[in-house]
Nanobody, 114 residues
Framework: QVQLVESGGGLVQPGGSLRLSCAASGFIFSWYAMNWYRQAPGKEREMVATISAGGRTNYADFVKGRFTISRDDAKNTVYLQMNSLSSEDTAVYYC????????WGQGTQVTVSS
């Protein structure tokens, strides 16, 4: 079955960096686009970044120039490099993919605070 497992979250100071990983299994990873979403307390889940099967990327305006999505098809893993973090980036970060239906990971908490 499809499984997505996020990791790499934690507590970081404003201006700091984190790299999130999402390890995928149960499907042919290289065939599918992968996405990162986030959900802050009291807010709706929102798209952060996407990467197509061919490596084309797209970003939400609020992360352009700060976050980079990438994928390693040999490792069945998608990454989100996050730089210049601010308190507004505090959220649970999820990866997902759509294979007929949308699959979600369990999420990883990112907290930006001094």
């Amino acid at each position: 079955q499809v499984q997505l497992v996020e990791s790499g979250g934690g507590l970081v100071q404003p201006g700091g960096s984190l790299r999130l990983s999402c390890a995928a299994s149960g499907f042919i990873f290289s065939w599918y686009a992968m996405n990162w979403y986030r959900q802050a307390p009291g807010k709706e889940r929102e798209m952060v970044a996407t990467i197509s099967a061919g490596g084309r990327t797209n970003y939400a305006d609020f992360v352009k120039g700060r976050f980079t999505i990438s994928r390693d098809d040999a490792k069945n893993t998608v990454y989100l490099q996050m730089n210049s973090l601010s308190s507004e980036d505090t959220a649970v970060y999820y990866c997902n993919t759509k294979i007929g239906v949308v699959y979600w990971g369990q999420g990883t908490q990112v907290t930006v605070s001094s």
